[in-house]
């Protein structure tokens, strides 16, 4: 079972992650493109991935309330964050002039995934 601490950290990184999923990533897109934008002719593509961000975030937020019922969400988006980083790193490094998102999205992706996994409990409250 999750100690009160364990739970309190937990819910303050999936706030902060929610927060910056709902409303950090097109901010950051605008101003380092380079590091966190990957198809500036493409509009239409940037809005998917906001869209898709801005709805685990909001799912983050409020799993923040009670982490413990929530670990499927919280796990999911640990494992998805560390293969979309995954995907992205060997894009960035074979694909010519995207080499500055790894020190950008694919990083962020990395340390989101790391320290929800860090943080999130490894069995459930009524284990």
Known sequence: MASTSDTKNLSLALRLV??????????????WPSG??????????????????????IFLFLAAKDPMKHLSLIWFAIWSSFVHAGIMA?????????SGHIIGD??????????????????????
């Open 18 to 31: 929610g927060l910056i999923f709902i409303v950090g990533i097109y901010p950051l897109t605008i101003l």
């Open 36 to 57: 966190w934008s990957w198809i500036p002719a493409q509009p239409m593509y940037l809005q998917m991935i906001l869209g898709i961000y801005a709805t685990l975030g």
């Open 90 to 98: 060997y894009q960035a490094l074979t694909t010519a002039g995207n």
């Open 106 to 127: 694919v990083a962020a992706l990395a340390i989101v995934g790391a320290l929800l996994a860090v943080l999130t409990p490894r069995q459930s409250a009524a284990a």
